[in-house]
């Protein structure tokens, strides 16, 4: 991927700026937590034309007691710029998972931009420090339909089988990652393991999806 322009990065400023200004101005509008429902946070996300999940961590970003205050805001926009990072909602979201207490969200921010980190980087920085997120986080949208549910698994075992084959790759002298031979053993079993579950699972879900696209009924 290209390096941001300053023109890219003047405008990933700015994204950052109005994600934190609508979410300011919701929480004007609606400060608190306990009297914003569904129904209402659907109804003022369907206005601006955001998603609702996304619309929530825009409200904590704008939170000064949980997000960023105007302060830090600055001081995040500044880093961007000094570093010509064009940063978007995905880096957004991650950070707002970091703990303020005692500058650790400021020291991996600034570690982030200092190194260039991806989205996915970022994570991975974030659960090795601070373990997996357990609670919360957008629910998974689930299809309307049972073929839509099972094309939906059948590309997660897709992308776990994709995930086994880059692991296992040999025809990469210097990957950027490692491998599965260097993980734990107790973990390459597991791995293993699942990955052979997940391809047979794969397999019968194919057959189920041709077996109902063939049917004049659809099961």
Same mark, same amino acid.
């Given at each position: 991927? #290209?390096? #941001? $322009?300053?023109?890219?990065?003047?405008?990933?400023?700015?994204?950052?700026?109005?994600?934190?200004?609508?979410?300011?101005?919701?929480?004007?509008?609606?400060?608190?937590?306990?009297?914003?429902?569904?129904?209402?946070?659907?109804?003022?996300?369907?206005?601006?034309?955001?998603? #609702?999940?996304?619309?929530?961590?825009?409200?904590?970003?704008?939170?000064?007691? $949980?997000?960023?205050?105007?302060?830090?805001?600055?001081?995040?926009?500044?880093?961007?710029?000094?570093?010509?990072?064009?940063?978007?909602?995905?880096?957004?979201?991650?950070?707002?998972?970091?703990?303020?207490?005692?500058?650790?969200?400021?020291?991996?921010?600034?570690?982030?931009?200092?190194?260039?980190?991806?989205?996915?980087?970022?994570?991975?920085?974030?659960?090795?420090?601070?373990?997996?997120?357990?609670?919360?986080?957008?629910?998974?949208?689930?299809?309307?339909?049972?073929?839509?549910?099972?094309?939906?698994?059948?590309?997660?075992?897709?992308?776990?089988?994709?995930?086994?084959?880059?692991? $296992?790759?040999?025809?990469?002298?210097?990957?950027?990652? #490692?491998?599965?031979?260097?993980?734990?053993?107790?973990?390459?079993?597991?791995?293993?393991?699942?990955?052979?579950?997940?391809?047979?699972?794969?397999?019968?879900?194919?057959?189920?999806?041709?077996?109902?696209?063939?049917?004049? $009924?659809?099961?």
């Amino acid at each position: 991927m #290209p390096n #941001p $322009t300053r023109s890219d990065v003047e405008k990933a400023v700015k994204r950052l700026q109005r994600f934190h200004q609508v979410g300011r101005d919701s929480l004007k509008r609606r400060g608190g937590q306990g009297a914003y429902g569904q129904r209402q946070v659907e109804a003022e996300a369907a206005k601006l034309r955001i998603e #609702p999940g996304v619309f929530r961590k825009l409200r904590r970003f704008a939170d000064e007691a $949980t997000g960023y205050s105007a302060a830090e805001l600055n001081e995040l926009c500044e880093l961007c710029k000094r570093h010509d990072r064009a940063w978007g909602i995905k880096i957004l979201l991650a950070l707002l998972r970091v703990p303020r207490a005692k500058g650790q969200r400021r020291a991996v921010q600034k570690q982030a931009a200092e190194n260039g980190w991806s989205a996915s980087q970022l994570e991975n920085e974030i659960r090795r420090r601070f373990g997996r997120r357990r609670s919360g986080g957008r629910r998974p949208a689930v299809p309307s339909d049972v073929e839509g549910v099972l094309c939906q698994l059948e590309a997660m075992c897709e992308r776990w089988s994709r995930l086994h084959a880059e692991l $296992t790759a040999e025809d990469q002298p210097e990957p950027s990652h #490692p491998r599965l031979r260097d993980l734990p053993g107790a973990v390459r079993r597991k791995f293993g393991d699942a990955t052979e579950a997940l391809r047979k699972h794969q397999s019968s879900l194919n057959r189920q999806l041709d077996r109902r696209r063939s049917s004049p $009924t659809g099961r």
